[in-house]
């Protein structure tokens, strides 16, 4: 049973746009959120994070919003850069635990 | 961030060989560690949690006995594919966590003959 999904499995984008990748979540116990960055044949890069006791973190070009009430969250990536171009993970985990539960993906792809 | 490197990056193999992968963090002390992997077009998936001085937690339906896992230290985790045949094929990720965050080693590509 999947507890994090990503809905959108692909995502174009013109250079210098918002990127908006979207997550949700069924497990409402979770209070940790992460999102992870990976290109082929690489292991996930970390992104950001974000605590269930905030709505909105930020670093730079990328801003998490999360929504609780709807087990909803968000990157936001802008602008976007050609670099950016990757599969973007969202992740959560509980209170107490180290393991995290992954979503399915999504590939970004921005066009120059 | 933190720095966890993986060993080798790649492996190709013969059919009822076993390899050992082995996670380090570099930066910092990980009292534990996972194991992933990851089939094409697919998710992470998780293998087991490795602890340091106690046995691993494998997750349902993932064969301790074929995937050994040994974290003798608090910086090196290591994986052991037990006679391995090609549906092991596959990229395996470890990672280490560090204070809220888990960081990712590159992966390691086995391939099975």
């Known amino acids: 049973d999947q507890q994090v999904k990503q809905n959108s499995p692909s995502l174009s984008v013109q250079e210098g746009r918002i990127s908006i990748l979207n997550c949700d979540y069924t497990?409402?116990?979770?209070?940790?959120f992460l999102w992870y960055k990976k290109y082929p044949a690489e292991g996930p890069t970390f992104l950001i994070s974000?605590?269930?006791?905030?709505d909105k973190n930020e670093d730079g070009r990328f801003t998490v919003f999360l929504n609780k009430s709807a087990k909803h969250l968000s990157l936001h990536i802008v602008p976007s850069q050609p670099g950016d171009s990757a599969v973007y993970f969202c992740?959560?985990?509980?209170?107490?635990?180290?393991?995290?539960?992954f979503g399915t993906g999504t590939r970004l792809t921005v066009i120059p | 961030g933190a720095v966890v490197s993986q060993h080798p990056s790649w492996v190709i193999c013969k059919s009822g060989t076993s390899v050992k992968i082995e996670c380090r963090s570099l930066?910092?002390?990980?009292?534990?560690m996972f194991w992933y992997r990851q089939f094409p077009k697919q998710s992470l998936m998780l293998m087991a949690t490795?602890?340091?001085?106690?046995?691993?937690?494998?997750e349902q339906g993932v064969e301790k006995d074929k995937f050994l896992i040994n974290h003798a230290s608090l910086t090196l985790s290591t994986l052991t594919v037990t006679s391995a045949h090609p549906e092991d094929s596959s990229f395996y990720i470890c990672?280490?966590?560090?204070?809220?965050?888990?960081?990712f080693g590159p992966g390691t590509r086995l391939l099975v003959l």
């Open positions: 497990n409402s116990m979770f209070d940790y």
């Open positions: 974000i605590s269930s006791i905030k």
């Open positions: 992740a959560a985990r509980f209170t107490g635990a180290n393991n995290l539960f």
């Open positions: 990672s280490a966590s560090s204070e809220e965050t888990q960081y």
């Open positions: 490795s602890n340091e001085g106690s046995k691993a937690t494998y």
């Open positions: 930066d910092f002390q990980a009292t534990t």
